[in-house]
């Protein structure tokens, strides 16, 4: 396989790649990859009351928690697009059974107007840009930790509660990521401290030979000083290296991949780190929130 090299260098701004052959097949890789990190926070022990169920209905993956009640925490993966009436009506039936709240699809934005998606009561609820970079330039990524800050695997999953839940306080970070989450192998999580205290949080997954970022997130009173980009510099060279340090993902494969969805306001910041935006997904929601 062809191994692309971050190219393209600018005066204060981090490399990216600038090859349209790559950003396709990595929109493919991370259109592929997401249904199987639904899947990660889906999957629950047997004697567990986590709310987390997982299944594929019609070849569609699906995945629910039962105990957050937002359209992204119930979701069926349709990002090859609107399926037709017969498979959307068995989605959408377990959808509804196992949702607490509005439940969602998750597509990408180039299907999101197919008219197929109001006629099961489906409308845009958000965007996600998807930001990808090679493995080889998320390793090498840095970004200097503010002074009194440092960034750690959380000693427990208490304390990854504390540093995730700190900057959305209005969700149940125990909920968001119950303990069968925390404890696969094929995840791991960051947390920023001052003083000690949890202040900020990051997630790695690796699925399908890719590494993915997300849960990250600085507490109100210590934004704008840099612990974000910092948490996110750490998360890529993790995600890189994989969780047994050697550059393969849990299942042994080789990774050739780090991606993100990221928020609006991160993709300024994303981009000057030297990811690339690669493609859009889309959140259709079971009713607008």
Do not use: K
Not at 263 to 271: I, N, Q
């Amino acid at each position: 396989m062809r191994q692309w090299e971050p190219v393209g260098l600018m005066p204060g701004r981090t490399t990216i790649i600038d090859d349209e052959a790559w950003s396709t097949w990595a929109a493919q890789r991370c259109a592929a990859a997401e249904p199987l990190v639904g899947a990660q926070r889906g999957e629950s022990r047997p004697d567990d009351n986590s709310g987390l169920a997982t299944s594929v209905v019609a070849g569609t993956r699906v995945v629910a928690n039962r105990r957050v009640g937002q359209p992204w925490a119930t979701s069926a993966y349709l990002l090859d697009g609107y399926p037709g009436p017969e498979v959307m009506a068995a989605v959408t039936e377990w959808l509804a059974r196992h949702a607490a709240g509005p439940y969602s699809v998750v597509t990408r934005l180039r299907h999101g107007d197919d008219p197929g998606w109001a006629r099961h009561g489906l409308v845009p609820w958000e965007d996600q840009p998807v930001f990808a970079t090679a493995p080889s330039h998320a390793a090498r990524l840095e970004h200097p930790t503010p002074a009194g800050v440092a960034l750690a695997t959380p000693d427990g999953v208490a304390e990854f509660w504390q540093g995730y839940g700190c900057w959305m306080p209005d969700l149940d970070a125990s909920a968001i990521v119950p303990l069968p989450l925390f404890e696969r192998r094929d995840c791991a999580f960051l947390v920023a401290r001052v003083d000690r205290v949890p202040v900020g949080s990051a997630i790695v997954r690796w699925v399908d030979a890719t590494g993915y970022l997300g849960g990250i997130g600085v507490r109100q009173d210590h934004r704008g000083v840099g612990i974000g980009t910092a948490l996110t510099a750490a998360a890529s060279r993790l995600a890189a290296s994989g969780p047994a340090g050697d550059g393969r993902d849990a299942d042994g494969q080789t990774i050739d991949l780090v991606w993100m969805h990221a928020s609006r306001d991160g993709v300024p910041v994303y981009a000057r780190m030297g990811f690339t935006a690669v493609d859009d997904h889309v959140i259709l929601a079971s009713s607008a929130s």
